[in-house]
């Protein structure tokens, strides 16, 4: 696999190209909000006290995480626009929703870091946890 700073060569500094990376981060924000949400409302509507717990978890941390990349992306490369509120339905099966939405992020961590380690290194924190919610929901629940 190339490495981001290879990856970030090969993309250019083209206009479309930086619409493209930062529709990427947008979409992030915007996955990571409604990740929150449907989470919040698996969480109400479980009957295990587990998954209650690591649902629980997950949503009250999510946003602290998304928003320091968000700032933190900010502060590199200015400010995102064109966020947009995401419709969803609470997924018959959250595992499979969570390892999805964390397949994403790690699919497309180098188009929102752009090679800069610190928000890498956030996104790494991020996928941490989701990895923990999916150990304590196939593990504990």
């Known amino acids: 696999m190339a490495s981001p700073k290879s990856i970030f060569k090969s993309v250019g500094p ?10 990427k981060m947008c979409e992030m924000v915007e996955k990571a909000f409604t990740t929150r949400n449907l989470l919040h409302f698996a969480h109400l509507s479980t009957k ?45 099966d959250i595992v499979k929703y969570v390892e999805d939405e964390a397949a994403w992020i790690d699919d497309n961590r180098v188009f929102v870091s752009k090679g800069y380690k610190p928000i890498d290194n956030m996104i790494d924190d991020l996928l941490a946890l989701y990895q923990q919610t999916l150990y304590k929901l196939k593990n504990l629940s």
């Open 48 to 92: 295990s006290y587990a998954a209650h717990k690591a649902l629980g978890e997950m949503y009250e941390e999510i946003i602290d995480k998304i928003d320091a990349i968000c700032e933190t992306y900010q502060g590199k490369f200015g400010l995102i626009t064109g966020l947009e509120q995401c419709e969803a339905k609470v997924p018959a």
């Open 14 to 23: 083209t206009v479309e190209k930086a619409d493209e990376l930062e529709s």
